[in-house]
């Protein structure tokens, strides 16, 4: 019977390896696909391109405006990631400290734009920043982004906030420091770690995020995802290996920006750094 269940056992990790293992190689070869056809000249019922160029990076470079699209890009994620966590971290201890009546409803509601698809308030929400002129501007779509990476912060920061000793900030009073002085010289060095993994995972998502900026973005505050999409559907005839050249330099972007801010923070050590303050 024990050996029956151990084949069992053996049978499933294999299966999952097996599915793990086709997921990882179908992936990877998406992606080689896409970078091989940036470089060819002409691919067609062969297994590689005829020869390769890179004159298809400099034709997207020129008709898409990347530079420009570029520092948009940048623009709109540094501005959100710095506004998500000035916003988001005082929330989240005011919701981690305080107890009032309704606190339940204001949670499900931080909650909502989270567990609902883009898709479903970003046109509600366009509208509303069209009609105030907000839409079609930088600040529209940093606005827009805000709505579920503030709430994001908020529910990541409560549980590292709730870990720290009440009694440390009670000590920190009872010294003369001020709210402010408590705020940036007690509670952000112990809550460092839980901010970083907060913000880093912010960064990525408003790479990525394209509902709600494609909704607000007008001609000169597109990100690179949506100028991406329009070079796909958008009315003209583009090259093929033009726009994989655009979705090469959109990969090798949000990777650089991944590559950096795990080179200063480290999601596990983050956690485990929590733990560690709010253990002593």
């Given at each position: 019977m024990g050996q029956d269940k151990t084949v069992s056992e053996r049978l499933?990790?294999?299966?999952?390896?097996?599915?793990?293992?086709?997921?990882?190689?179908?992936?990877?070869?998406?992606?080689?696909t896409v970078v091989i056809n940036s470089f060819g000249t002409r691919w067609l019922g062969t297994w590689l391109p005829a020869g390769y160029t890179v004159r298809w990076y400099r034709s997207a470079w020129d008709e898409f405006q990347l530079g420009d699209v570029l520092i948009t890009t940048f623009q709109v994620v540094g501005a959100v990631v710095?506004?998500?966590?000035?916003f988001g971290?005082?929330?989240?201890?005011?919701?981690?400290?305080?107890n009032?009546?309704?606190?339940?409803?204001?949670?499900?509601?931080?909650?909502?734009?989270?567990?609902?698809?883009p898709i479903t308030f970003g046109i509600p929400l366009a509208t509303v920043l069209y009609q105030l002129g907000a839409g079609g501007t930088l600040w529209?779509?940093?606005?827009?982004?805000?709505?579920?990476?503030?709430?994001?912060?908020?529910?990541?920061?409560?549980?590292?906030?709730?870990q720290i000793d009440p009694r440390i900030e009670s000590a920190a009073r009872v010294f003369g420091a001020g709210t402010g002085q408590l705020f940036v010289y007690v509670l952000v060095p112990l809550l460092a770690p839980g901010i970083l993994a907060a913000l880093l995972l912010?960064?990525?998502?408003?790479?990525?995020?394209?509902?709600?900026?494609?909704?607000?973005?007008?001609?000169d505050s597109q990100t690179l995802?949506?100028?991406?999409?329009?070079?796909?559907?958008a009315a003209g005839v583009r090259a093929g290996q033009?726009?994989?050249?655009?979705?090469?330099?959109?990969?090798?972007?949000?990777?650089?920006?991944?590559?950096?801010?795990?080179?200063?923070?480290?999601?596990?050590?983050?956690?485990?750094r929590a733990k560690q303050e709010a253990a002593r």
């Open positions: 499933w990790a294999l299966a999952i390896w097996a599915a793990v293992i086709f997921f990882i190689v179908n992936f990877m070869a998406m992606i080689a710095l506004l998500s966590g000035l971290v005082p929330a989240a201890y005011a919701l981690a400290r305080r009032f009546p309704g606190k339940q409803f204001v949670m499900l509601l931080f909650l909502l734009p989270l567990m609902i698809p529209g779509v940093i606005i827009a982004n805000l709505v579920p990476t503030v709430p994001f912060v908020i529910l990541v920061m409560i549980p590292f906030i709730e912010v960064l990525v998502r408003t790479i990525a995020m394209f509902e709600l900026t494609f909704f607000t973005a007008g001609p995802v949506v100028a991406l999409y329009y070079a796909v559907y033009s726009i994989d050249a655009m979705a090469v330099i959109y990969m090798i972007t949000t990777l650089i920006w991944l590559l950096i801010a795990l080179r200063f923070v480290d999601p596990t050590q983050m956690v485990a």
